[in-house]
């Protein structure tokens, strides 16, 4: 079983930058990915990003590409969201989610374990 805790939601203004955390702890999943989505007021949840846990190897959607980074820290067990140059069309739940096989999915069905949110508000 593997918990997750996210973590670095708020509120900021558009053109300002947060940086969102995922705790992982439980069984360990080196052989895994860890996705980020969000997902706005009355619109289904959507793929932001993606980290293949041992390699580091990175997926964007189109929509965050140049301003968001994901990144993990491999010993501490800890996935990052960097978000630069936000817009108040980035305002939704985000949420990490990881999926034990070591490639990227883009679906939230092929990941089995998520957090439970947390909220950005990008203001205009």
């Known amino acids: 079983q593997v918990q997750l805790v996210e973590s670095g939601g708020g509120l900021v203004q558009a053109g300002g930058s947060l940086r969102l955390s995922c705790l992982a702890s439980?069984?360990?999943?080196?052989?895994?990915?860890m996705g980020w989505f969000r997902q706005a007021p009355g619109k289904e949840r959507e793929f932001v990003a993606a980290?293949?846990?041992?390699?580091?190897?990175?997926y964007y959607a189109d929509s965050v590409k140049g301003r968001f980074t994901i990144s993990r820290d491999y010993v501490k067990n800890v996935g990052y969201l960097q978000m630069n140059s936000l817009k108040p069309e980035d305002t939704a739940a985000y949420y990490c989610?990881?999926?034990?096989?070591?490639?990227?999915?883009?679906?939230?069905?092929?990941?089995?374990?998520w957090g439970q949110g947390t909220q950005v508000t990008v203001s205009s």
């Open positions: 989610a990881v999926r034990r096989f070591d490639d990227i999915s883009l679906h939230t069905l092929d990941y089995g374990y």
């Open positions: 439980g069984r360990t999943f080196s052989s895994s990915a």
């Open positions: 980290i293949r846990w041992n390699s580091g190897n990175t």
